[in-house]
């Protein structure tokens, strides 16, 4: 009976030892998908939109995003209802239909993001891609602050301190992009650095708010992660082709809503529209500081790319920046230190994680900016 007993525990053990193994090389995986996802969409938005000939319509590309989402979380949906078509076209019904005024509170998210969206193809075609990465972590700061204004969190000393030295980071960037903007951006005549700097701040504003708002509605409704995704982007392509009928429509109507789309456009577009929820799913098995850590990461990475790719000039000043920033990103990842503060931490950490409806949808996290993010 001890010697039965003695290998169940050893059993146990060795279970325990694989299953410790497994979800350390799931943590680097995950590092690894967060790392590429976060800079392969910043620079080849950066190549497609710098590249000679014709250019595609971004606003088209804005809402073929967002269907390709919606028919992917719909996709999903089916899969939880076992492939029932019945069964989720009813459940789809009253969660968006019968339920409309909760539905309808998704529009003015819906509505920001599509906006955001927008801004980021404006922003990475007027402004080198390692500058635009940097000052796009300004969304960290925004996101915080709305935070402690809506959701009445605290943050640590820590991470307040890690806000300043993110501001001053870009501050710096900034300083020395003014001064050089003649090699920081790569000779366009069509490229406006400042056209770029207003579009990341307002990209940046408008993440921060919208993601604070999703979360408080999230908060307070029952709805999974993937019918609110649904309802976003029913809302996000609505709104995305009234977008594209003000921008572009004569356009469009003359050449084409695909016109100028490549296989590298096509590429842009489906990091952009799988790119969030791909990381939802790997954030599972990243914690904040590996987050944090991709993040940084990516910044190095989109930076040493962008010198190769579009002759990018890296000076003193931008690697005194840019490293604020790394470090900044990384400060704001730990968690607090204090045990009784521990119930504040993960409050904190709700943005990027909420809470939804079920066990089995705990690892499919909302992501609150475009994909990429």
């Not at 590429?267 to 098995?285: D, H, S, T």
């Not at 040493?304 to 579009?310: A, K, N, R, T």
């Amino acid at each position: 009976m001890a010697g039965g007993n003695h290998n169940t525990a050893r059993e146990e053990k060795a279970t325990s030892r694989g299953q410790s193994e497994a979800n350390r090389r799931l943590k680097y995986i995950s590092l690894a998908v967060l790392v590429v996802q976060n800079a392969s969409l910043i620079l080849s938005i950066r190549y497609v939109r710098t590249l000679p000939g014709d250019r595609f319509f971004t606003t088209s590309a804005v809402v073929m995003a967002e269907v390709l989402k919606v028919l992917t979380c719909l996709l999903i949906i089916l899969l939880q209802r076992r492939f029932n078509v019945k069964d989720t076209v009813y459940f789809l019904v009253d969660s968006i239909m019968f339920q409309y005024k909760d539905t309808l509170k998704l529009a003015v998210p819906s509505l920001i993001y599509t906006l955001q969206n927008n801004l980021q193809y404006v922003a990475i075609s007027n402004l080198p891609a390692a500058t635009f990465q940097v000052t796009y972590q300004l969304k960290i700061l925004t996101t915080a602050l709305f935070s402690v204004l809506m959701l009445r969190k605290s943050l640590s000393r820590v991470q307040w301190v890690s806000l300043l030295l993110l501001f001053a980071g870009v501050a710096i960037v900034q300083v020395q992009q003014e001064g050089n903007k003649e090699a920081s951006v790569s000779g366009g005549s069509n490229q406006n650095y400042t056209v770029g700097l207003v579009a990341v701040v307002i990209s940046c504003l408008s993440s921060g708010f919208a993601g604070v708002y999703f979360e408080k509605i999230l908060k307070g409704s029952s709805a999974s992660v993937w019918v609110r995704n649904v309802q976003l982007g029913i809302f996000g392509t609505a709104l995305g082709m009234l977008g594209l009928w003000w921008n572009d429509g004569a356009a469009i109507a003359r050449r084409g809503f695909l016109f100028g789309y490549t296989d590298m456009v096509w590429a842009v577009i489906f990091n952009q529209a799988f790119g969030g929820l791909l990381v939802a799913v790997v954030v599972k098995y990243a914690d904040n500081i590996l987050k944090g850590f991709a993040t940084s990461f990516s910044i190095v990475v989109s930076t040493v790319m962008s010198v190769y790719l579009f002759g990018f000039h890296v000076d003193l000043l931008f690697t005194a920046g840019a490293g604020l920033v790394i470090g900044a990103v990384y400060m704001y990842s730990l968690p607090k230190a204090t045990a009784s503060s521990s119930s504040s931490s993960s409050s904190s950490s709700s943005a990027a994680a909420p809470r939804t409806d079920g066990p089995e949808l705990e690892a499919f996290l909302p992501k609150a900016e475009p994909p990429s993010d």
